[in-house]
Nanobody, 120 residues
Framework: QVQLVESGGGLVQAGGSLRLSCGAS????????MGWYRQAPGKQRELVAT???????NYVDSVKGRFTISRDNAKNTMYLQMNSLKVEDTAVYYC??????????????WGQGTQVTVSS
């Protein structure tokens, strides 16, 4: 099992920056893929960015060039650096870990979420 705890959310003005952290209860170096998702009021949860154990990253188009996902394996922590924030980035941000136990067994673990509010 993996327990995930997000932190770093808050209220920021448009154009500002925040760094989200996702602390894991175990080593993340072998976790195949981790990611950040967000859910705005009245909308479905959407993928923001992913990071693989092979250091590959992927971003939704709306955040490319503004957000950076990274991992610090020594601290068992994943980050999301968010720059040039826009009002439309307002959402609850969740981290997710996809753990592969075998060829047929895979489990997804989620954090509890952290609120990001961007004011105009």
């Amino acid at each position: 099992q993996v327990q995930l705890v997000e932190s770093g959310g808050g209220l920021v003005q448009a154009g500002g920056s925040l760094r989200l952290s996702c602390g894991a209860s175990r080593s993340i170096s072998s976790i195949d893929r981790m990611g950040w998702y967000r859910q705005a009021p009245g909308k479905q949860r959407e993928l923001v960015a992913t990071s693989t154990s092979g250091d590959s990253t992927n971003y939704v188009d709306s955040v490319k060039g503004r957000f950076t996902i990274s991992r610090d394996n020594a601290k068992n922590t994943m980050y999301l650096q968010m720059n040039s924030l826009k009002v439309e980035d307002t959402a609850v941000y969740y981290c997710k870990a996809e753990v592969v136990y075998s060829r047929t067994i895979r489990r997804d673990y989620w954090g509890q979420g952290t609120q990001v509010t961007v004011s105009s």
